[in-house]
């Protein structure tokens, strides 16, 4: 499920931008929101991901941290 909303909207969203793009006219302009709408997403989904990796890893660097003030030895990972 997590797939699908990370990169099936997306995809869809591209998909019916191409579409538009092909039958033109008024449509045009539509597919192209849709196909700038998508990256957004696509762009807004890598970033959200980015920053759970650095919290989780500021918060093994705070463990550690913490450890090499009460042992005075930094933790080997």
Known sequence: MMLFVRYGIPLAMTVAGIVCLVIGGDAAGSGVVLIGSA????L???????????????????????????SGHWPDE
């Open 39 to 42: 990256g957004i997403v696509l």
């Open 44 to 70: 807004l989904n890598v970033l959200f991901r980015l920053s759970l990796t650095s919290n989780r890893e500021r918060e093994q660097e705070e463990r550690a941290r913490e450890q090499f003030e009460r």
